[in-house]
C-alpha cells in the first residue's frame, strides 16, 4: 500500500480524490496533505458550509438539507476543474453510498481517474480526537459524543462493488503516532 505522501497526483492526468471515514478519523488531514501536490486544489466541505450556512447547521437534518444544496452546486464546478487539468481532493465525506454514488458521478462527467481513500479509523479512537479538536476551538463546527453517534449511524463502509477505486488507510494504533 502506499503512504499518502506517496499518493499520485504529480502526474500528468488529473485526479479525483474522495475521503471516506468517521468523524475525526483524519479526512481533513490526509485532504491537505494530498492537496500539497503540485496542480492540485482542495474544496473543503466544511469550510464552504460554515461560510454559506453560518448558525444553520444545527443538526443532522439541517447538514443533510445544506451539503445537499452544495454539492448540487459543485459537482459541474470540479469536473469543469478536473479538465482545465488539475486534480481536485474533495474534502466532503463520502460516508454513505449516496454520497459515493455523487462523487462518482463527478468523476464520470469529468471523465478522469478517482481514488477513494477509506480511513478505517475505530470509534473510540474518533471520538478522542473529537474531543481534543473540539477543545482546540480551531474546527468550523463542535460536535458532541452524542452527535457522533447520531452521524455514525448513517455510515456505510465503501465496498468495491460500487464502482470505486478505494484505497485503504487502516489506524495503526497508538505505537504508530507516537502516542505511546
Excluded at 14 to 43: D, E, M, W, Y
Excluded at 162 to 178: K, Q
Aim: a negative charge; charged letters at 20%.
Amino acid at each position: 500500500m502506499s503512504s499518502p505522501e506517496s499518493l499520485a497526483c504529480g502526474s500528468a492526468a488529473p485526479v479525483l480524490h474522495f475521503l471516506c471515514g468517521k468523524i475525526a478519523a483524519g479526512k481533513s488531514t490526509l485532504a491537505a496533505r494530498l492537496a500539497a501536490q503540485p496542480r492540485t486544489l482542495l474544496l473543503s466541505e466544511d469550510h464552504w458550509l460554515a461560510a454559506l450556512y453560518p448558525g444553520e447547521i444545527v443538526d443532522v437534518t439541517d447538514y443533510g438539507r445544506c451539503a445537499s444544496r452544495l454539492r448540487n452546486a459543485m459537482g459541474s464546478h470540479v469536473a469543469a476543474l478536473v479538465g482545465a487539468g488539475l486534480s481536485v481532493v474533495l474534502d466532503f465525506p463520502a460516508n454513505t453510498r449516496r454520497s459515493r454514488e455523487w462523487l462518482l458521478a463527478v468523476a464520470d462527467e469529468a471523465g478522469c481517474a478517482h481514488t477513494l481513500h477509506y480511513l478505517d479509523v475505530p470509534d473510540a479512537e474518533c471520538k478522542a480526537r473529537l474531543r481534543a479538536r473540539n477543545a482546540s476551538g480551531t474546527h468550523a463546527f463542535t460536535t458532541s459524543d452524542e452527535a457522533y453517534d447520531a452521524i455514525t449511524a448513517y455510515f456505510v463502509e465503501p465496498d468495491e462493488h460500487e464502482g470505486l477505486a478505494i484505497l485503504r488507510h487502516p489506524w495503526a494504533g497508538p505505537e504508530a503516532a507516537g502516542l505511546l
